[in-house]
T-cell receptor, first 111, second 114 residues
Framework: AQSVAQPEDQVNVAEGNPLTVKCTYS??????LFWYVQYPNRGLQFLLK??????LVKGSYGFEAEFNKSQTSFHLKKPSALVSDSALYFC?????????FGPGTRLSVLP | NAGVTQTPKFQVLKTGQSMTLQCAQD?????MSWYRQDPGMGLRLIHY???????DQGEVPNGYNVSRSTTEDFPLRLLSAAPSQTSVYFC?????????????FGPGTRLTVL
């Protein structure tokens, strides 16, 4: 069965420091990989996706993600965190007609 | 364009009541879906549709019905509400795989069943 894991419920980082939010997946074939962000009382917003090509994908708001096929991972990164990056982050895998979402990681950026 | 819209934003029901959550999109997407979001569980797919007149079940379909009479609208019906259906519901539409499978989400409906 297809699954997505986000091993950390919560990630805390100081403003200005680099951040990483981890994601691993289990899916057959070549999946589409996504990161979404959710701010309080809002729907999910698309950050970036990987389909094929360069393993380092750049997205919105300075975020990037690195696809690692051997480790089946797709970690989200940002070189310098902002307080406004504090939100809930979801990794997702698209396959066939559907998506599978991870449980989410709450990112808190401390001033 | 407005993207994906959902109504109502909030709803409180008593056990056994029925209601319909409305969803509409103006991007001419064939694929639409309904998710529920519960703490620590991410989003789980309830039902989806790949075009007008075509619907299918997702991961957690029990207690919910859908129909798709037009490309724009994809309502979700709760037949007999239960406390286990207390959740936040998101409607989404997306582009086809050839256009990147990009999903667009509505703002959500927060449902409480007493």
């Amino acid at each position: 069965a297809q699954s997505v894991a986000q091993p950390e419920d919560q990630v805390n980082v100081a403003e200005g420091n680099p951040l990483t939010v981890k994601c691993t997946y289990s899916v057959s074939g070549n999946p589409y990989l996504f990161w979404y962000v959710q701010y309080p009382n809002r729907g999910l917003q698309f950050l970036l996706k990987y389909i094929t090509g360069d393993n380092l994908v750049k997205g919105s708001y300075g975020f990037e993600a690195e696809f690692n096929k051997s480790q089946t991972s797709f970690h989200l990164k940002k070189p310098s965190a902002l307080v406004s990056d504090s939100a809930l982050y979801f990794c997702a895998v698209g396959y066939g007609q559907n998506f599978v979402f991870g449980p989410g990681t709450r990112l808190s950026v401390l001033p | 364009n407005a993207g994906v819209t959902q109504t109502p934003k909030f709803q409180v029901l008593k056990t056994g009541q029925s209601m319909t959550l409305q969803c509409a999109q103006d991007m001419n997407h064939e694929y639409m879906s309904w998710y529920r979001q519960d703490p620590g569980m991410g989003l789980r797919l309830i039902h989806y549709s790949v075009g007008a007149g075509i619907t299918d079940q997702g991961e957690v379909p029990n207690g919910y019905n859908v129909s798709r009479s037009t490309t724009e609208d994809f309502p979700l019906r709760l037949l007999s509400a239960a406390p286990s259906q207390t959740s936040v519901y998101f409607c989404a539409s997306r582009t086809p795989p050839g256009l990147g499978l990009k999903q667009y989400f509505g703002p959500g409906t927060r449902l409480t069943v007493l």
